[in-house]
């Protein structure tokens, strides 16, 4: 389980069992740092988890300017699919 939250101020992805555990990726942009979304198995968006083949992650880290310049604004992109397609 993923959840995005706080730490520092600064909104970022953590993996979630009952309790946060260690931020993996952030700080995430403010406006798109975060999303996930189903396809089918043309690769087309769908609202529908049950219609869905797929999942798809994007996360977007925000340029951090307290970080350093070694820390440039990143983009991940994961797909994931079914189990046995």
Same mark, same amino acid.
């Given at each position: ?15 979630? /069992?009952? +309790?946060?555990? *260690?931020?993996?990726?952030?700080? &995430?942009?403010?406006?798109? =740092?975060? !999303?996930?979304?189903?396809? /089918?198995? +043309?690769?087309? *968006?769908?609202?529908?988890?049950? &219609?869905?083949?797929?999942? =798809?992650? !994007? ?27």
């Amino acid at each position: 389980i993923f959840e995005v939250a706080p730490d520092a101020g600064a909104p970022w992805l953590f993996r979630a /069992d009952g +309790a946060l555990g *260690e931020p993996l990726a952030g700080p &995430l942009d403010g406006v798109s =740092g975060f !999303r996930a979304w189903y396809e /089918d198995a +043309a690769g087309v *968006e769908v609202a529908t988890p049950a &219609l869905a083949t797929r999942v =798809g992650v !994007r996360v977007i880290t925000a340029p951090a300017t307290a970080l350093g310049a070694s820390n440039r604004q990143d983009t991940l992109i994961l797909t994931f699919g079914g189990r046995n397609r």
